[in-house]
Nanobody
Framework: VQLQASGGGFVQTGDSLRLSCAAS????????MGWFRQAPGKERESVAA???????TYVDSVKGRFTASRDSAKNTVYLQMNSLKPEDTAVYYC????????????WGQGTLVTVSS
């Protein structure tokens, strides 16, 4: 199983980026999918969690600015990030989890997002 994250880059405060995560899973609609990030010197945190049955939750710091979605036909999940702030600077990872499990089973390699002030 492979998760390939892409779309990171260097942007200015207020800009937008869309991250993509292409999965080699049989069908991402059968999995919980997650977006995580890890900023320099900080612990990894969950940014968005897409439940297999529908519904998405976000960390408070990105609510109203980030939108996670999935395209089951393309087996790809997205993270649309608007109104980016310097504190959004991090390596962003996508992950997949069998719904009955607690931890995420599969992780992508990460894509770096740098937001300049």
């Amino acid at each position: 199983v492979q998760l390939q994250a892409s779309g990171g880059g260097f942007v200015q405060t207020g800009d937008s980026l869309r991250l993509s995560c292409a999965a080699s899973l049989r069908s991402i609609s059968s999995y919980d999918m997650g977006w995580f990030r890890q900023a320099p010197g900080k612990e990894r945190e969950s940014v968005a969690a897409l439940r297999w049955g529908g519904g998405t939750t976000y960390v408070d710091s990105v609510k109203g600015r980030f939108t996670a979605s999935r395209d089951s036909a393309k087996n790809t999940v997205y993270l649309q990030m608007n109104s980016l702030k310097p504190e959004d600077t991090a390596v962003y990872y996508c992950a997949a989890r069998v719904p009955s499990r607690v931890g995420y089973d599969y992780w992508g390699q990460g894509t770096l997002v740098t937001v300049s002030s």
